[in-house]
């Protein structure tokens, strides 16, 4: 591949790595997977590079890819070995080990809820904050629009009831 | 929580990580430079090996089918297996194919089903196995012939012809006529559409595994995001 494919494929990657980190935060939980994960998600990336229509937006294209790759990874069996070839971490993100602020808490709690959702429901609730439209869910997932409208609604009501047990749960031990 | 406040958390996410997120550059160009092999070539390994065994069952029943032309009992037992082989090996071929496209720019329920048929290859061969149920004897008639042309003394006279008291073509015919509506009727059953029954997926749990039960109920959770309204 040519040298300026590599040097704007770096550069889309390092624009654009909030999205693989939310998506490898999603579908592991562990720092090692994660990294594995994002390690998979760039190969992917690349391999699939020079096949990269510039009509079709970047963002949307590494999401397919990213949470395609999350998903089957997500699924593989548990206790395989770790492929990661570099001793370094990958991704280098230094996380408040104790929230402070009533925000970060409920950043937590939100990250939790969403990391306990089904496989699919993950990605359409990622693409949805993501600030996706229907339409760009319902072709990055593959499945028809309403069905994502009607999926969406019921993440949400999912998620409002996590937290609302949860406010009840912290209270009511208070 | 109402739906803006998950919203604005998300915006305050997205923030932190612009602020501190980093991609370690090395691995990156590692990357670029092609040096990282995808995790799907240990499969596509793994099915080339399968395809080179049914391809070894397959010219050994080729040779056995030569040297016992003359006898029917023995080149029916053959030609069904060779058939059976035959469709394992085409089986084979299709995944290498499935492996070789998969192309993860593709949406998601199309890549996850594929990978999903990948996962639940096992059942494949459990449905092959329920559907050859009627052709159950041609497996010990090769076998045991197999075994007593190698002149060993304790198999002299263990072939299914002698076995069945010279009845092999009655023994065959009933076998096959009785089994045949079983073997079918399991072949349909033992689908991912059927896991809502209890001994479907009682069956391929432990005829496959539970990795492959779960790639079934996957399977059907994906067929039903994409062909029904949820």
């Not at chain 2, 998300?10 to 430079?33: C, G, P």
């Not at chain 2, 029917?72 to 299709?94: E, K």
Request: charged share 25%.
């Amino acid at each position: 591949m040519a040298m300026t494919d590599k040097i704007l494929f770096t550069e889309l990657i390092k624009e654009n790595k909030g999205i693989i980190f939310k998506v490898c935060n999603s579908y592991c939980s562990s720092k090692e997977d994660r990294d594995d994960l994002a390690q998979e998600i760039i190969y992917n990336l690349w391999k699939s590079f020079a096949a990269y229509k510039a009509n079709f937006k970047f963002s949307t294209w590494m999401y397919r890819i990213a949470l395609n790759v999350a998903i089957s990874f997500y699924r593989k069996e548990k206790n395989k070995p770790h492929r990661t070839i570099y001793s370094e971490n990958l991704l280098i993100f230094e996380e408040d080990s104790t929230p402070n602020t009533e925000e970060e808490k409920n950043l937590r709690l939100l990250l939790q809820f969403i990391g306990q959702l089904k496989e699919i429901d993950k990605s359409i609730m990622l693409l949805y904050l993501g600030d996706k439209s229907y339409r760009d869910i319902a072709e990055i997932t593959g499945i028809t629009e309403s069905n994502v409208a009607t999926k969406i609604s019921r993440i949400k009501e999912k998620l409002k009831t996590n937290f609302l047990t949860n406010q009840n749960n912290f209270y009511g031990t208070k | 929580m109402e739906l803006n406040e998950i919203k604005s958390l998300w915006e305050v996410y997205d923030k932190k990580l612009e602020a501190s997120l980093k991609l370690n550059q090395r691995f990156i160009d590692l990357i670029v430079a092609e040096k990282v092999r995808s995790s799907l070539a240990p499969l596509f390994w793994r099915r080339i090996a399968e395809g080179i065994v049914q391809l070894a069952c397959m010219a050994f029943l080729v040779v056995f089918l030569c040297r016992n032309f003359s006898e029917p009992a023995y080149s029916v037992s053959a030609l069904s297996l060779i058939a059976f082989y035959m469709v394992a090996f085409i089986n084979s071929i299709r995944q290498l194919v499935i492996i070789k496209r998969m192309d993860y720019s593709n949406d998601i329920v199309t890549i996850q089903s594929g990978l999903a048929m990948l996962q639940a290859h096992n059942l494949d061969y459990a449905r092959m196995v329920v559907l050859f149920i009627p052709a159950c004897l041609a497996f010990p008639t090769v076998v045991l012939k197999a075994i007593k042309d190698l002149h060993i003394d304790s198999f002299a006279n263990k072939d299914m012809i002698t076995l069945t008291g010279g009845h092999w073509w009655t023994a065959q015919v009933a076998a096959t006529l009785s089994l045949i509506p079983l073997g079918l009727w399991c072949y349909n059953q033992l689908s991912y559409k059927n896991l809502h029954k209890k001994w479907v997926r009682n069956f391929i749990q432990r005829s496959s595994g539970k990795r492959v039960r779960k790639a079934a109920e996957f399977m059907k959770e994906l067929h039903s995001l994409k062909f029904e309204a949820i």
